[in-house]
């Protein structure tokens, strides 16, 4: 391979290497955007449950109580049994578990969602202590409650005044802004877990319909090994029984009806166009190329180049179009993904994560998780598309240069 | 010129398919001899010039090129055969449109191991002999009829061959351009010693050569 005779030949048949590199690199590009947009909309569906710090979220649903007083469990949420906790906490590949106590409380005059979490915990709804807007955190061992904002301004509830939830008295001792916080594990008011259970405990309502003793819970939020979260969300359903709601990434992939978030056959079959696509073009191109060369071939050999000098020189032409249009095509990738990373996903929540009863009003509609599609191209893509085009390059090149280099010098030497 | 033989082939015919271009035709060029095959356009010049000098193979007899029988080599042994041994001057200047000058000189050289330098420098010197010192840059679309054949010519001696096959090497050019060309052959044969067989159908030009070969109708007749 002649680097100086391959650097002029692409430099002065500009034209026709413009065309090679750009057919070429609009089939990379493409390939490139599906892979990143199905990448994303993966990530996008890890999204309500990253912020809530945990992989699998579980709950059961149950009866619906006969009477809606005093504290109720949602029919969505009902008891998940200390021995169940303990049993799924052993699971291999569970990594942490968070708990969490969600109450539905009718007083006479005011219903609360009630959401009973552990103060100190880095998996579940504990990390509302970053959505503190006013006051502070849950401290330890007291009967206190954070208000969320938006309901304390609905409310007029002001830091400092004693709420009565289910007959019992809190002080507020700050506000959280749900709406920076997760769609699911959301409530009105945030008591520390022991109190929740106090509550529970105590409520003959509840006990009639979920019996419950301190120490269960309804909510849980479990981090987990990646690889194992599809083999655990089925061994959590054995041991909850097939009343169990376990929430994976994939439960929201599904819900959003995404192509790219349905199927991962749709992505790869995709891809798998864009490459054959991306091959036909170069090889398209690339055959016009040295067919219109088949008289400079000749001179080659006659002048003494063996079938394999021809064979080095044409593959290493087509190598080195076909990675400028792999870099062209990432580059155009590139800018796709940032036009793309400005559009809006809605991720829906389903109906039995949703805190708020579904008779209140608004308590019906369908809640989304809104966030912009986080489309990047990752580096392992970029490489894998770069090493596509080089192959490509390679492959074109060698298969083109050997039928070209078959060609008998004094066939195409023939003076007109 | 002395009395070996350079090149010489013997009962040489070629078939494509139903139609025999060449006749059982044989040949034979001594070390620094300049020899013309002339004869009309189509009687088989051209395929003989080919079948001699190993860029194609017969379908009979055999050819010897400076002391080996080239009929049974495999293509690329006739490539790095031709490469080291042979020059071809083309009627068409055969030149590569996107090297200049001195890279088109220096094309045979490209597959060996050897600095950019030498070959620019070896190229350079071939070019300034044929006067062409002032152009080795230039693309050969630059460059007029006449500096493109001597381009070509310099570029079948960069390897100091043997012999030159060149194929109606003044068909492109005018008379005057044609008749400089025909200088530069006829002294590259008589100071250089190079042995030349050329292919023309212009006797005129013909006259120059130390032998004339005459074909008509694929057969050599005189």
Known sequence: MNLRYLMKELYYQRRRTLMSILGLSIGIALLIVLNALSLAYRQAAHVPLREIGADITVQRSGDVPKDLAGAVFPCSAVTIRKEEVDKIQKLPGVRGIGTGLLLWVFDPNRAWIVLGIEKENSIGPSLLRSSVTEGRFLGDGKPEALVEQAYARQFGIRLNDVISVADKKFPVVGFVDASRAAKIAVANVYLPLKEAEDLAASSKELQSVSPYAPGDVNLLFIKADQEKITSLASEMKGILGNKATVATPDSFLKLLGSLFALSDKFTLAASLIAIIVAVLIAFKTMAGNIAERAREIGVLKAVGWTNRNVVSQLMSESVIQCFMAGILGLLIALVAAFGLSFMKVNIPIPWEMSPTPHFLPGGGDQIFKTLRLPVHVPWNLAFFAILLSIIIGGLTGGLLGRHISKIKPSEVLRHE | ?222
């Not at chain 2, 330098?117 to 070896?122: G, H, K, L």
């Not at chain 2, 002999?129 to 079948?156: D, T």
């Not at chain 2, 023309?200 to 070969?213: F, W």
Request: aromatic share 4%.
């Open chain 2, 1 to 222: 010129m002395n009395n070996s033989t350079i090149l010489s082939g013997t009962d040489l015919s070629k078939k494509y398919g139903d139609l025999e271009v060449v006749k059982g035709a044989s040949v034979a060029v001594k070390e620094g001899e300049f020899v013309c095959l002339v004869g009309k356009s189509g009687c088989g010049k051209t395929t003989l010039l080919s079948l001699l000098s190993g860029l194609e193979k017969p379908t009979r007899g055999k050819v010897n090129l400076g002391g080996r029988e080239i009929t049974s080599s495999s293509e690329d042994e006739l490539a790095l055969f031709r490469r080291d041994n042979v020059g071809f001057i083309f009627q068409s200047f055969n030149l590569i449109p996107t090297l200049s000058a001195w890279e088109n000189v220096a094309l045979p050289l490209f597959p060996l191991k050897m600095t950019n330098e030498e070959r620019r420098r070896r190229a350079t010197e071939l070019l300034d002999k044929m006067e062409l010192g002032h152009r080795i840059e230039h693309l050969p679309s630059a460059l007029s009829g006449g500096e493109k054949q001597r381009v070509a010519i310099a570029r079948a001696l960069i390897n100091n061959p043997k012999i030159i096959f060149a194929d109606e090497p003044t068909g492109n050019l005018d008379s005057s351009t044609g008749e400089a060309i025909m200088n530069i052959l006829n002294k590259l044969h008589q100071e250089e010693g190079v042995a030349i067989l050329m292919v023309t159908h212009e006797d005129e030009l013909a006259k120059t050569a130390n032998r004339l070969i005459r074909m008509k109708d694929g057969e050599i007749i005189s």
